[in-house]
């Protein structure tokens, strides 16, 4: 089992940043897979970014590629979301997610545990 909790939403201008952090509870943490997905009002949960159970290996949307960074701290059990140069459109709320399989993956199906998700609103 993986309890997943995120933090560090919030609202934010154009062009600013944010970190979202995800805190996990479980000793299997450390050989998860974690994927960071969003989820716009009216529209389906998409993905953002995913990282292997290393840190070494990581994936991301074109929509946020170049701005946003995903971490992770195996020692602390946490998953990082660097989020930089914020649009309107990153709008949504974001989900943690940990994925006990090996390869990083982008469908939100293969997942096996979710966080509650945090509110990130950036104004125009």
């Known amino acids: 089992q993986v309890q997943l909790v995120e933090s560090g939403g919030g609202l934010v201008q154009a062009g600013g940043s944010l970190r979202l952090s995800c805190a996990a509870s479980?000793?299997?943490?450390?050989?998860?897979?974690m994927g960071w997905f969003r989820q716009a009002p009216g529209k389906e949960r998409e993905f953002v970014a995913a990282i292997d159970w290393s840190g070494l290996f990581t994936k991301y949307a074109d929509s946020v590629k170049g701005r946003f960074t995903i971490s992770r701290d195996n020692a602390k059990n946490t998953v990082f979301l660097q989020m930089n140069s914020l649009k309107p459109e990153d709008t949504a709320v974001y989900y943690c997610a940990a994925d006990l399989g090996v390869a990083i993956r982008v469908d939100s199906r293969e997942y096996d545990y979710w966080g509650q998700g945090t509110q990130v609103t950036v104004s125009s």
């Open positions: 479980g000793r299997t943490f450390s050989n998860c897979a």
